[in-house]
C-alpha cells in the first residue's frame, strides 16, 4: 500500500507553502500592480476624454451659438443697407425728377418764349409783308 511519512508530507507541503510565497512576492504582486495601475491609467485615460469630449460638446455649443449670432447679425446689417441703399435709390430718383421737371418747366417756358418771338417777329414780318404786297398791287394797277 502507500506509505505516507509525515516528515517527508511535510517538509514537501513546508516547500511548496514557501514556493507560493515567493511566487506572490516575486511574480503575482508585481503583476497585479501592474495590472492595477494599468486600469487606474485606463480610466485616468477614460475620464480625460470624457472631459474632452464635453468640452468640445460645449465649445462646439458656443461655437454654432456665436455664428448663430454672427449670422442674424450679418442678415441685420444685410437688410439695413438695403433700406438705406433704396432710401438712398429713392430721394435721388425724387432729386433727378424734381430736376428733370424743372428743366422741362424751363424749355417749355423757353419754347414759350421763343414762339411769342416769334409771333411777334412773325407779325411784324406780316405787316411788313402786306404793305409790300399791298403796295405791288396799287402799283401793278396804277
Do not use: C
Amino acid at each position: 500500500m502507500l506509505d505516507i511519512y509525515p516528515v517527508w508530507f511535510l517538509t514537501q507541503m513546508g516547500s511548496f507553502l514557501v514556493f507560493l510565497y515567493l511566487m506572490h512576492i516575486i511574480l503575482y504582486k508585481p503583476f497585479l500592480k501592474t495590472i492595477t495601475e494599468r486600469d487606474e491609467l485606463v480610466k485616468t485615460a477614460l475620464d480625460a476624454a470624457k472631459a474632452a469630449d464635453e468640452k468640445r460638446k460645449k465649445l462646439l455649443e458656443t461655437i454654432d451659438q456665436e455664428m448663430a449670432d454672427v449670422r442674424r447679425q450679418a442678415k441685420e446689417l444685410i437688410a439695413d443697407a438695403r433700406s438705406r441703399g433704396a432710401e438712398e435709390q429713392r430721394k435721388r430718383l425724387e432729386a433727378a425728377q424734381t430736376e428733370a421737371a424743372g428743366i422741362a418747366e424751363q424749355a417749355a417756358a423757353e419754347l414759350r418764349s421763343a414762339t411769342e418771338a416769334a409771333r411777334q417777329k412773325l407779325k411784324a414780318d406780316v405787316d411788313v409783308l402786306a404793305n409790300a404786297i399791298a403796295e405791288r398791287l396799287v402799283r401793278g394797277q396804277s
